[in-house]
């Protein structure tokens, strides 16, 4: 049987163990909802003791890979995935980006540091673009107030449904050690999704903003301009996008996020504890 532990149990993580199926056990830094505190390291390898695949979607710090670090010895003998990040490949002025493009050569080179550990201890490295699903999607800053169109021409990115990372992944555990790219199949400017976004609302799209009025951080994701290709992925893992394009996948957030009607509520039974 397959019997999952999950470094960094965090959004796409969980979104991977529910739709697996296989027992799963992860951690967090603080051992919420049920899972183990990183640093207990007796829980942890009891845990990796039980396992046959290991997943980590833990990011690096300024010292590196931390699970590497402090676990790496223990992790022989498993199937091994990591959730990268195609910032890896750095800024290719809007050109394709696949799997043989070189890494390192942007900002991110802790994290492209840590996706060549993990291709070296044998992993399935699942390189991602910018994610989104319900609870996490544009959809959310639109009704919040918080997103914004920049005022900037050519700036093309991908993007993934919480969904289909799951669905790749899960492909993935049974495909030959290595990288693969993750991504829906059109790349697009962020201000293309967020106008989408607020017509699906109903709203106004958010007005545009000068890109030196971001902090230092956003202004970096701007400065980045790729398309990533995801090929291999369809070739090797026999994986689809089931949400292809921005539209699909913000439909159906919305669909999932949309209140039914009064009506088609469910009459609630006496002593019903929901």
């Not at 799997?99 to 540091?113: D, F, H, K, N």
């Not at 918080?146 to 495909?175: C, K, L, M, P």
């Not at 609302?201 to 790729?226: H, I, Q, W």
């Amino acid at each position: 049987m397959t019997r999952l532990f999950v470094f960094g149990l965090g959004y796409a993580a969980r979104a991977i163990v529910a739709a697996s199926g296989w027992p799963a056990l992860g951690t967090t830094r603080d051992g919420r909802d049920g899972t183990i505190r990183f640093d207990d390291a007796d829980a942890v390898r009891a845990g990796l003791a039980a396992a046959t695949h290991v997943l980590s979607s833990v990011p690096p710090d300024a010292a590196g890979d931390p699970v590497l670090a402090r676990y790496g010895a223990l992790l022989g003998g498993r199937r091994l995935g990591y959730l990268s990040s195609t910032g890896v490949y750095g800024d290719t002025r809007g050109a394709w980006v696949d799997e043989c493009t070189p890494i390192g050569g942007g900002r991110r080179g802790a994290r492209a540091a840590a996706d060549a550990a993990w291709l070296a201890h044998g992993a399935r490295v699942f390189r991602l673009p910018g994610i989104y699903g319900p609870g996490r999607s544009p959809l959310d800053r639109v009704r919040a107030g918080t997103a914004h169109r920049v005022d900037i021409t050519g700036q093309i990115f991908s993007r993934i449904h919480v969904a289909d990372i799951a669905s790749g992944v899960i492909a993935g555990f049974n495909a030959p050690a290595g990288a693969y790219n993750l991504a829906d199949d059109l790349p697009a400017s962020q201000n293309e999704v967020v106008a989408y976004a607020a017509a699906l609302l109903g709203l106004p799209p958010p007005p545009l903003v000068a890109l030196d009025t971001l902090s230092p951080a956003a202004r970096g994701f701007y400065a980045e301009n790729r398309r990533v290709a995801t090929g291999k992925a369809k070739r090797v893992l026999g994986w689809a996008p089931l949400y292809p394009d921005y539209r699909a996948g913000l439909r159906a957030v919305s669909a999932m996020t949309r209140p039914a009607p009064a009506s088609a509520a469910p009459p609630i039974a006496s002593g019903d504890q929901r």
